[in-house]
């Protein structure tokens, strides 16, 4: 693996006061090297986005506990900075496209001065190289006219303009790591794909580190080499896209494949689905969370953890591997 | 559905010639007031039971086909066929009960649910309109219709919010379902949805297709949804179908050059070049300047002379293979000299 730039260790998060406090994430640890992406899968309510927030310190504090042995981007420890410094890092070395980008967006600033202030904030030029700068980032996303949109308003724009208008705000600053939380859900194909493409550019010519959150495996094995699946606030598999498609070992995992619609030749008789639904982290069975919803499921996984097993040649967290 | 049902039977509703426009109220780097044509002269029909699956980017068109169906919108020419009466020329009371046989369900069902109305309330409340039936009537047929889309009478006193938004578009099926209606336009109804929530919300729907013969208009613009449940696709751009085909056709041979650029756009494992480079803002057409060429000219690769200068008729495809029945119909150049597509 190439040098670390995010490096995730026992991230462990509460939601509520101590109290009656529930776990949403359970001792998560994970790195992704420079210029790699790695997916985080899972549906809603795994947990997902509450890891990427408290990576970057979002979550707020009087509702939410954090623990974690460290939590690093590019080598610094960014649990143990102050306020200050925190807000130096965020924005220029690491950044986040979030899931709406129609809530993410001031709606009372043009796109051009919210993607502006981003890039003056960290570098402290003059107005016109900032112009400048903004201008060629959104002519960079694939904005024939970066003029036109730098001068609207979010609602001026669909919903996949506006994602793109996030990614160019995001990346004007080269960032070490970017965390795109759903970036392409509910976005037509051709528009998912020029935002994969982006992705994949700012991973190729900027030695960007992605963790790209989805419910959608497709999604994830279009863009990275890797993935983590998760269920219930922990990873039960980790492994390259590759052997989870061809051989997916927890059976989640294999029920999640099998809810992608394929195109096919013949339309198919019948639909595939995981029975059931995430539990709420109030409501978390014993044992294997996934038990209960599990069609191999026996006695020993509804009494114990599974750990996410170190194997050979992957991580798996079940008894029953497939 | 067996497919000889579908032929048989006489279209439920049938759209000629409809042309929807709105005015734009001046937005940047348009001219104020100007006329944006959303629907362009559209002709399609469905079959009583049948699945018409509608395709295309944002900003085809798609919505506002929805929309005028249940004249929601006033369209500026057409007509707007169910079982036979034009639903454009009906009085309020006449619409009224085609409104009852003709229901919606959206794309965010926590946005289409009042967060306001228990359960109850939502489910009574079509009922309550349409004056079917008494009292116990209507509570009988509120868990019957919640037992349809798999949830329980626990869950009757209950808000939109206290619901994941699975069980909420499970909801805003069954109140789309309560009056037992003949056909449900469901717009992007499995879009805003988790995979596994998706496959979840495709069976209910194939259930209703299957079980309770229900006809659907399903409006997505994933064509991997469109193959589980349509009998019928149809593919719009620019506010116009450029294609129409029994599916097993569209899927197996893709006839307009923008149905084979999105289905190879839809198929693709790994990241390619997109089509589209340059985004272009799409709105619709202006229609004080009426251009004779193909909607879909400026992007195809296939782009002839005559596209950018005449507007294509609409062809209807011949097969040589005797497998290959119903009617497929495309709106390009490329077919016009009645060709057959075979090899």
Redesign the interface.
């Known amino acids: 693996m190439s040098r670390v730039a995010l490096k995730v260790d026992k991230l462990s998060v509460w939601f509520g006061t101590t109290s009656a406090r529930r776990q949403v994430v359970d001792n998560v640890s994970f790195r992704i090297g420079a210029g790699e992406a790695v997916g985080l899968v899972g549906?809603?309510?795994c947990g997902k986005s509450a890891t990427a927030l408290a990576i970057l310190g979002l979550l707020p504090t009087t509702t939410a506990t954090v623990e974690a042995d460290g939590v690093e981007i590019n080598g610094r420890d960014i649990f143990s900075l102050s306020a200050a410094q925190r807000r130096r890092i965020l924005g220029r070395d690491v950044a986040m496209v979030f899931q709406q980008p129609a809530t993410a967006l001031d709606p009372v600033f043009t796109l051009g001065q919210q993607i502006g202030a981003v890039y003056r904030r960290h570098t402290g030029i003059s107005k016109k190289e900032v112009q400048l700068a903004m201008l060629g980032a959104l002519e960079q996303v694939?904005?024939?006219r970066p003029e036109?949109i730098a001068?609207?308003y979010p609602h001026?724009l669909?919903?996949?303009?506006q994602q793109?208008a996030m990614i160019a705000m995001a990346t004007m600053c080269k960032p070490a790591v970017l965390i795109a939380d759903e970036p392409t859900?509910?976005?037509?194909?051709?528009?998912q794909?020029?935002i994969?493409?982006q992705l994949?550019r700012l991973q190729t010519d900027h030695n960007t580190a992605i963790l790209l959150i989805s419910?959608?495996?497709?999604v994830i094995?279009?863009?990275c080499r890797e993935v983590m699946v998760m269920y219930c606030g922990r990873l039960v598999e980790k492994t390259d896209c590759d052997s989870l498609y061809a051989h997916p070992r927890h059976p989640y995992s294999a029920?999640?494949l099998?809810?992608?619609?394929?195109?096919?030749?013949?339309?198919?008789a019948?639909?595939?689905?995981?029975p059931g639904?995430?539990p709420p982290a109030t409501e978390l069975p014993p044992g294997c969370h996934f038990a209960p919803r599990c069609n191999r499921a026996e006695s020993q996984c509804r009494q114990s953890i599974p750990v996410l097993d170190t194997g050979l040649d992957r991580d798996v967290a079940c008894f029953r591997q497939l | 559905m067996p497919t000889e049902n579908i032929k048989a039977g006489p279209p439920l509703l049938e759209v000629r010639e409809l042309s929807l426009s709105f005015h734009d109220p001046g937005k940047t780097g348009a001219a104020p007031a100007a006329q944006r044509l959303a629907i362009d002269r559209i002709s399609f029909s469905i079959t009583a039971g049948s699945t018409l699956g509608l395709v295309g980017a944002s900003g085809a068109g798609k919505s506002s086909i929805a929309r005028a169906i249940m004249r929601l919108v006033k369209p500026d020419a057409g007509e707007i066929l169910f079982n036979g009466d034009n639903i454009l020329d009906m009085a309020p009371g006449e619409l009224k009960a085609i409104r009852r046989r003709v229901q919606l369900v959206f794309q965010n069902p926590s946005a289409s649910l009042s967060p306001r109305r228990s359960v109850a309330q939502t489910l009574l409340e079509p009922l309550e309109h349409f004056a079917m039936g008494d009292a116990h009537y209507r509570h009988e047929r509120v868990e019957q219709t919640l037992q349809t889309v798999g949830l329980g009478a626990e869950v009757l006193q209950r808000f939109p919010h206290q619901f994941s938004s699975g069980q909420q578009q499970r909801i805003a099926i069954a109140r789309a379902l309560v009056t037992d209606p003949d056909l449900l336009i469901a717009d992007e109804a499995v879009s805003s949805l988790d995979v596994s929530v998706q496959a979840q919300i495709l069976q209910l729907i194939q259930s209703l297709q299957q079980r309770h013969g229900i006809a659907f208009l399903f409006i997505s613009h994933d064509l991997a949804v469109i193959r589980q449940i349509a009998d019928q696709v149809a593919v719009m751009y620019g506010g116009q179908i450029l294609e129409n085909s029994p599916a097993d056709h569209f899927f197996s041979r893709p006839a307009h050059p923008y149905s084979q650029a999105l289905l190879a756009f839809a198929g693709q494992q790994s990241i390619a070049q997109p089509v589209e480079r340059q985004l272009r803002l799409i709105r619709g057409r202006d229609s004080s300047h009426h251009t004779p060429a193909c909607v879909y000219a400026d992007g195809c690769a296939d782009r002839m002379a005559v596209c950018q200068s005449t507007e294509p008729g609409i062809h209807q495809i011949n097969y040589k293979n005797r497998n290959m029945t119903g009617q497929h119909c495309v709106k390009c150049h490329l077919y016009g000299s009645g060709k057959t597509h075979d090899s």
């Open positions: 549906e809603s309510g694939g904005f024939g036109e001068s609207a001026q669909s919903g996949g303009m793109l859900t509910a976005l037509d194909n051709s528009t794909a020029m994969q493409h994949k419910h959608d495996l497709g094995r279009q863009s029920g999640l099998s809810c992608i619609p394929q195109i096919s030749a013949t339309r198919p019948g639909i595939s689905a995981i639904q995430v």
